[in-house]
């Protein structure tokens, strides 16, 4: 409830910012998603927590999906989202993913930017009637030279 509590204040009041009231209304409906708990469940997102309260949230999929990312309204440019990201990018290496890709809002562009991210699709479908933009952003894992069969060594050694 209240990672759900999060998602919805986020998304009306961050994501609100760039997208219509009718599409934020859309992905954050005012009562709970029916399947909203069985999915946390299943995702076990990275939570972030400060003094007992949830600050924060974010789902890695075993392909190096980055799905739901979101930062407390009141805690925006605090630190919050680097600190997840870095608890995904350390699970991603120790899984050995070596592609990490999410589809961005236009509020969460910058921030991925920062974390290391490009854009490789701006996409423009239509939600409610009007435009929402987004970005397929990747970023690839440095997991450590490629290894490769033994190949036969020539020349003269
Ligand atoms: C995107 C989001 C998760 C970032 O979390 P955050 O805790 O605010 O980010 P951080 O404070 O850790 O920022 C780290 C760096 O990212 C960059 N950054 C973050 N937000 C930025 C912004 N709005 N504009 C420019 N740069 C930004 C900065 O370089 C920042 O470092 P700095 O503050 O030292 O300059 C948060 O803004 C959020 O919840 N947005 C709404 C939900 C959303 O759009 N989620 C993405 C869905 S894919």
């Known amino acids: 409830m209240e ?14 910012q ?9 992905w954050a409906p005012d009562a709970m998603e029916p399947w909203w708990n069985d999915r946390m469940a299943q995702s076990n997102p990275f939570v972030a927590e ?11 999929e075993t392909d190096g999906h980055i799905d739901r990312f979101y930062c407390h309204h009141q805690w925006q440019r ?8 870095q608890a995904i990018e350390d699970e991603a290496s120790r899984l050995g993913i070596r592609l990490l890709f999410a589809e961005v ?3 969460a562009r910058k921030f991925f930017e920062s974390m290391g991210f490009e854009v490789t699709v701006e996409q423009n479908n239509i ?13 690839r ?4 030279p490629d290894v490769r069969e033994p190949t036969p060594l020539s020349g003269g050694r």
């Open 3 to 16: 990672l759900w509590q999060l998602h919805h204040d986020t998304t009306r009041i961050i994501i609100g």
């Open 141 to 144: 894992l440095d997991s450590g």
């Open 50 to 60: 400060q003094d007992g309260k949830i600050v924060g949230f974010a789902e890695l």
């Open 105 to 107: 809002s236009v509020t």
């Open 127 to 139: 939600v409610c009637g009007a435009v929402a933009r987004n970005f397929r952003m990747q970023k």
């Open 78 to 85: 605090r630190g919050v989202g680097r600190k997840l990201y």
């Open 18 to 26: 760039a997208y219509t009231p009718e599409q934020v209304r859309r």
